[in-house]
């Protein structure tokens, strides 16, 4: 387990008939189209993450976790999550990398809470929902249609989205599996 990334959160139970026990439960923080690309490079073929020096994020290190664990908890967020922490664009609450974003007038990080927004809306779920792994790629593959991802990613060039809904769905379906 790679503890650095986890978000302990303390739950008291009030069970009739029991003590009242507190206890403390480990998440994975995580963006929703973070975890959907752990996802879909896993449905492009890729078994294993290596480290990214480029930009030093904990993607690597993320999705092996989620490939190996699929009982991993998550707790989903629109902010900067456990694979931005280590990353040379992390600038504390906001991502201050400007490339990428496909969206003119808008930062990376507006760019990243905007589709998350659209992912929650579309999965019935809000930010601090914790479920497994599994459990969201579940979720994903019953609400997730290939037109949906064309939604999501509404800004960005119609091959480019393509591949991502081909692979996002060849994830879903052979994690699912599992």
Known sequence: MIGSLYRCRHVRDNSAGKPTMSTTTKALLIKPHHFLDVIKLFGSGLERFVPNLEYGHDLWRVG???????????????DND???????????????????????GIS?????????????ALLGLETGARLSARELGRLAKQ??????????WKEHPIEVTTKRAGFLMAGLQKYTQR
Request: charged share 30%; hydrophobic share 40%.
């Open 64 to 78: 092996n976790e989620i490939l190996d664990n699929p009982d991993v908890q998550l707790e989903l967020t629109i």
């Open 82 to 104: 456990a694979i931005c922490a280590p990353c040379r664009f992390n600038g504390g609450s906001a991502c201050s990398d400007v490339a990428s974003a496909h969206v003119t």
């Open 108 to 120: 990376k990080d507006e760019w990243n809470k905007r589709i998350d927004q659209r992912l929650l």
């Open 143 to 152: 609400k997730l249609a290939p037109e949906d991802v064309f939604e999501v």
